[in-house]
């Protein structure tokens, strides 16, 4: 199975790249199943119905989120409902939504998804690494192809979860930052990890969003209000080759798109 995974969609300019970049890249890499993050994917800040469905139709076939699902007041009721939007899975059991998912691809048998944020310099919600072990057990008996997706911010929390799962799932793959890393590798037992897949977005920004409201905050601490980037498009993924009867990675590759808005 040939699995792409995209990084943090902002605002229109992310959805912009998505429809004009994924078609090629399922083309050329042979693509069997698409997950991306869909946290800031509605105005940089959070996720809609009608964006969520627009990256559906997209040819996206998994959205996960992180600490900005909650910024789009719609998204609390459309969790509920929407089995192919996850939040994570270490908020409270009263929170609406799943963190874990099975889907069945096309023609390369099923896969699970599982959504985890951080608790880092992050929200104090429940352990990222428990929550871990209890979505993998509900999904083992269901599927030997399981993709994490652990939203958070600190590097060594998610290098942490990587080494946490290996051997246990198909992919650790890490999201949040919107700068795509250098580190992809195998791990020991299988598991394919990446600490951070990037952002599709705006490429000449800071994060997605103009730099100099940006700077200016830096330089001043005064807050301002932050607007979307404009120019070149960047898509920025990981490529994860499973093997799916044992479920192990046998490769991963970062994925770097740019095209002209």
């Known amino acids: 199975m040939n699995l792409l995974f995209i990084g943090d969609i902002v605002g229109r300019p992310g959805r912009d790249a998505v429809k004009a970049l994924l078609p090629e890249l399922v083309r050329r890499y042979q693509v069997d199943f698409t997950v991306a993050n869909g946290e800031n994917a509605s105005g940089g800040l959070g996720i809609t119905q009608s964006v969520a469905e627009e990256l559906f139709q997209a040819g996206i076939e998994v959205l996960t989120t992180g600490n900005h699902v ?36 096309a023609h390369s048998g099923s896969v699970g998804v599982v959504n985890l944020q951080g608790r880092v310099f992050m929200d104090p919600i429940d352990c990222p690494f428990r929550a871990a072990d209890r979505e993998i057990e509900q999904l083992r008996g269901k599927t030997n192809v399981v993709i994490v997706d652990i939203h958070a911010e600190a590097t060594s929390e998610k ?26 590798r195998l791990l020991p ?25 940006v700077i200016r905050r830096f330089l001043t601490g005064v807050p301002s209000r932050f607007e979307l980037a404009t120019g070149p498009l960047l898509l920025n993924a990981a490529l994860v080759d499973i093997d799916t009867e044992a479920g192990t990675a046998r490769s991963v590759a970062r994925v770097t798109e740019v095209i002209s808005q």
């Open 70 to 105: 909650w910024r789009q007041r719609e998204a609390v009721g459309y969790l509920g409902t929407e089995p192919r939007l996850l939040r994570p899975a270490n908020y409270p059991t009263e929170a609406p939504g799943r963190g874990g998912q099975v889907f069945i691809t």
């Open 189 to 213: 037992r299988g598991t394919a990890y990446l600490t951070d897949v990037g952002m599709t977005g705006p490429r000449d920004s800071i994060l997605g969003v103009k730099a100099e409201p």
């Open 159 to 184: 290098v942490a979860m990587g080494w946490y799962l290996d051997g246990r799932v198909s992919a650790v793959i890490g999201t949040h930052t919107h700068v795509q890393t250098a580190d992809e």
